[in-house]
């Protein structure tokens, strides 16, 4: 059995919860500066210049891209040959993002759902459990905000609208966003399981680097037509009209039940945050 | 594009019926922050008669609940957020002097009637550029609600805050007229 310590889950979780609230990924900064030679609206192309700008300054002086630095989403791979030490795993990781949150100067947006009282300090955490073969143990931070998760949906389609079926409400749901979840934007999208496993799925494919297309050739097409779709909508950066409304569309697709047909659309604004680690 | 108007609050009649939507402003001055809770306790002070914790005439509020200021520096990233999550509230401020609005994203009808009746305008900031907004807050002061957090009501001294106008008290909607621009369907 191979013994990791709580405490170094503890301080790797803070690490990430700062990391990945200041530094845009490579992939992000690619994907908008490639988006800036796209874009015809000379007020979009702008406002693109000055997202690129906005992620030199938060890495140059450690602020966070965003004020909204989000609920914290974490997914954790643990080897059934690993044994947590010195704590509980949930434990460890929650104390993470309280001193992540508090020694990275986040903003804490946890709050009551009836009295919307904030609980302080960003706590409590999205865990999602993965227990995988071996001993290895892989932990990722993805700081999500609520303004582009606000946009997010899922649905239970009937099996008969089929390949279009889904691409229509996908292309719908992200002409209803409009400017919320500040565009440009990443479209995750998940096809299959039950109703949960959809949002998961679609929770998951935005941790794929932007851009990267889904292995499977013909989810791949899909990606594309649907991007291509979305990017003909006008909507713009920060919905103020142009050609760059989504930087990609990643699918996440698994079999569903011959009665169902789950989709659930995660979008993500371009602050695409997250940050791994292995111990 | 046209020079940015440069402009400094609070805000009179004139100033706002001289903009058009897709101008770029510059604002300088003394702005509010207030988001979600803060307009809820704001409106229900206003239906129960009571003063508000400050003077809304000509003032100008920015929807935004900054992260925390580190050593050195008098906010954290501060930009705007989604605006329409204030549409139930904004009309009331509007009707009781309420000049201008800082967020994100498109505003409701009644808001829209409101700004057109009362004279008062909507400017979009860049949602997701929260560091690079944060450069022209000069100060900032949290003036009411400090258990509220992120969500306190804050006095922010901005200097040269890079705005557009999405609403303008003729009617007009950015946000409408840049997509149709821009459509290919």
Partial sequence: MREISAETITETVKKLCISANTELGEDVVKAL??????????????????????????????????QDTGYAVVFVEIGQNVRVVGGSLKDAITEGVRRG?????????ICHCFSRENTGDNT???????????DRFKITVAPKGGGSENMSRVTMLTPAVGVEGIKEFVVQRV????????????????????????????????????????????????EKDLLDRINRLGIGPQGLGGYVTSLAVHIEMMPCHIASLPVAVNIQCHAARHKEAEL | MKEPKKLTTPLTDDDVIALKIGDTVLLSGVIYSARDAAHRRLVELIKADKPLPFELQGQVIYYMGPSPAPPGRPIGA???????????YAPTLIAHGLKGMIGKGARND??????????????????????????SILSAEVIAYPELGPEAIRRLEVKDMPLVVANDVHGGDLY?????????I
């Fill in chain 1, 33 to 66: 500066e490639k988006a800036v030679e796209m874009e015809r609206s000379t007020a979009g192309k702008d406002i693109l210049k000055r997202l690129l700008e906005n992620a030199k300054i938060a890495r140059e002086e450690k602020i966070p891209i965003c």
């Fill in chain 1, 124 to 134: 409590p955490v999205v865990i999602h459990y993965d227990i995988v073969p071996g």
């Fill in chain 1, 101 to 109: 949150y508090s020694e990275g100067y986040l903003r804490k947006s």
């Fill in chain 2, 78 to 88: 501060a930009g705007p957020t989604t605006s329409y999550r204030m549409d139930p």
């Fill in chain 2, 176 to 184: 409408v007229e840049g997509v149709k621009q821009y459509s290919r």
């Fill in chain 1, 175 to 222: 002409k209803e966003s409009g400017p919320n979840p500040c565009p440009p934007t990443i479209v995750g999208v998940g096809i299959g399981g039950t109703f949960e496993q959809a949002a998961l799925l679609a929770k998951k494919s935005l941790l794929r680097p932007v851009g990267d297309p889904n292995p499977d050739p013909e989810i791949a097409g899909i």
């Fill in chain 2, 110 to 135: 009644a808001v829209k009637e409101a700004m057109q009746k009362h004279r008062a305008v909507y400017f979009a900031a860049i949602g997701g550029a929260g560091a690079l907004m944060s450069k």
